[in-house]
């Protein structure tokens, strides 16, 4: 079984539950969605084939506890659904970062999905799978980037339509950096008093976009 894959790479998770948590970055290549602001734009084509067992042994190299299957967008290769399986096997605690548009059932129940709803500043809103939503389990997570009030409305009116805050463990809302200033939204959130984790990517605070970071 083989794999296109971008990179391999140990980090800081920047992002959602385990923020600040050693981690090793499995990203595959190839993405159906063009969010106007995606930061990854380099995962769209081009990789590598790799074995699976290849993948493992390389994970297994970084001698780390949190693995974080991303991308692109990693459901957009089927076999990406057997290497989620082969690393809790192998005894990881794993996520899943996707993008909302692909779906989630067939993914080992272990692993913890984040799926990100995108809002209508991304461009990509009529792409989100809501069927995706009623599989959600207290384990998984939720991630909103939004880029104006607008969006935020948006994520607000979700929230509540679809009790997010009750189907996951975290909810979670990004500002767009550059776009959106996080004070901005923090203000929003504590005003209405939201049941959501605001976040702040911690790898673009910390190495601002390098690659492999």
């Not at 980037?145 to 979670?172: E, I, N, P, S």
Request: charged residues 20%; contains cysteine; negative net charge.
């Amino acid at each position: 079984m083989d794999l296109r894959l971008t990179e391999i790479f140990y980090s800081l998770q920047g992002e959602a539950r385990t923020v600040g948590r050693p981690t090793v970055f499995v990203r595959l290549t190839g993405c159906p969605q063009r969010c106007v602001w995606c930061d990854t734009e380099y995962a769209f084509s081009g990789g590598e084939k790799w074995p699976l067992e290849a993948i493992l042994d390389q994970v297994a190299g970084y001698q780390a506890h949190y693995v974080t299957v991303t991308g692109g967008e990693p459901l957009a290769q089927p076999n990406c659904l057997g290497l989620l399986t082969a690393l809790c096997d192998q005894g990881y605690e794993v996520s899943l970062e996707t993008g909302g548009a692909m779906d989630i059932a067939e993914v080992d129940p272990r692993v913890s999905v984040v799926m990100d709803l995108k809002a209508p500043g991304s461009g990509e809103q009529h792409n989100n799978r809501l069927e995706n939503i009623p599989l959600l389990r207290p384990h998984h997570q939720v991630k909103f980037v939004l880029a104006d009030r607008k969006d935020y409305d948006w994520a607000r009116f979700m929230l509540d339509q679809h009790q997010l805050h009750q189907r996951v463990g975290d909810v979670l809302f990004s500002p767009v950096q550059g776009q959106l200033a996080p004070g901005e939204l923090a203000d929003w959130i504590v005003a209405d008093r939201l049941p959501v984790r605001f976040q702040l990517q911690l790898h673009k605070l910390l190495w601002n976009d390098a690659r492999g970071r």
